[in-house]
């Protein structure tokens, strides 16, 4: 008796196993053919639009056909009109960053000026020299005395007999 219940347990399972598979293969089928279904739609869709589109080509290629005998004057206008713009724009936009950078060039060197010019008033040439001791000076050196001994008995120094000498084109 043993045996035939055991027996009887596993027919049991079994078929429980195979009403399981049975449900089982039954889920996936209908997703499968659910999945079918939406590529069969998708598939449909796209040849539908990829029909469309040959007939908009035909279209369009027999309209060409048609104007392409001769262009008009306004359309050979409008078009070299926007082909000279396409070119011309890149070289526009580098003339503004060209302007541009000039300006600011010319910004600095005008502020480099200024401040030369400023600095160029506060320069002062020496006082002490007149008239009179650019004679002594230019004197004296042409006797042959050294810039030195000038500069010493004058009682200024060796750069203002040097100036004196070079603004009167002496040495």
């Known amino acids: ?51 469309y589109l040959k007939k908009k080509v035909t279209e369009t290629q027999e309209s ?38 000039v300006l600011k060039i010319d910004e600095q060197i005008e502020s480099r000026i200024s401040s030369l010019e400023s600095g160029v008033k506060q320069i002062s040439f020496p006082t002490s020299i007149h008239a009179k001791d650019d004679e002594k000076v230019i004197s004296l050196f042409k006797r042959g005395i050294d810039l030195d001994s000038i500069s010493r ?11 004196v000498l070079k603004i009167n084109k002496i040495k």
């Open 1 to 51: 008796m043993n045996i035939a219940v055991g027996a009887e347990h596993l027919i049991v399972v079994m078929s429980a196993i195979i009403l399981y598979l049975i449900y089982y293969v039954y889920t996936k089928d209908s997703e499968y053919s659910k999945n079918i279904r939406t590529v069969a739609s998708l598939t449909e869709e796209l040849n539908r639009e990829i029909f």
């Open 64 to 101: 060409i056909k048609i104007g392409s005998g001769r262009m008009s004057d306004e359309d050979i206008y409008q078009e070299v009109e926007r082909t000279v713009y396409d070119m011309v724009k890149p070289l526009a936009v580098g003339l503004k960053r060209l302007e541009d950078s």
């Open 153 to 163: 008995e004058l009682h200024i120094s060796k750069a203002e007999v040097e100036f």
